[in-house]
């Protein structure tokens, strides 16, 4: 395999940066279906599949960002201009697909944000928040309700504290 233009080496189909500094070299790393970042030997960014690994070289999910230190998995939304916007963090819900969106159902899960723990045995679920349609949306109406869930001391499941119903009365 040839990489045309590659300042670095080419070592069994990987792209190898080497410089003149002490310490690891940076690197692509291009295994069986997979694709690695290794800045200063240190795996941070590993695709595989349909996943992305920021991190984790086992992502559970389309995105996984993971760190074994404080604040190592913080994820930062930031915005500097002008405005008197905001920083936004969009979870977005349609039926059909992303090139031909159909109008969300009556009592569809709109977005669901968890918090989820390790309890000695696997991470689970211990609250969660979710937004669901309460009746058919349409172009001039938007019904839905908040659902916030905790779970109590001595259960393991997470049931409905407050909700926010499609009045806007909590309940």
Known sequence: MSYKFSTGSVRKGDI????DR????????????TITLRPSGSQ?????GDKVGIGTIVPD????????????GTVIISQADNS?????????KSR???QLPFVIGSSDF????RFLAYDGDSHDNFADMYVQATAQAST????????????RQGSSSPTTAITIDDQQNLI
Do not use: M, N, W
């Open 16 to 19: 190898y940066f080497e410089d």
């Open 22 to 33: 002490t310490g690891p070299d940076t690197y692509i790393d291009f295994g069986q279906d």
């Open 44 to 48: 941070i960014l590993h695709a595989q």
């Open 61 to 72: 999910g389309t995105l996984h960002i993971h760190s074994d230190s404080i604040q190592g």
């Open 84 to 92: 008197g916007d905001a920083s936004q963090l969009d979870l977005s």
């Open 96 to 98: 059909g697909t992303g």
């Open 110 to 113: 709109i977005g669901q944000v």
């Open 140 to 151: 001039t109406s938007h019904p839905c309700k908040i659902v916030f869930r905790t779970t």
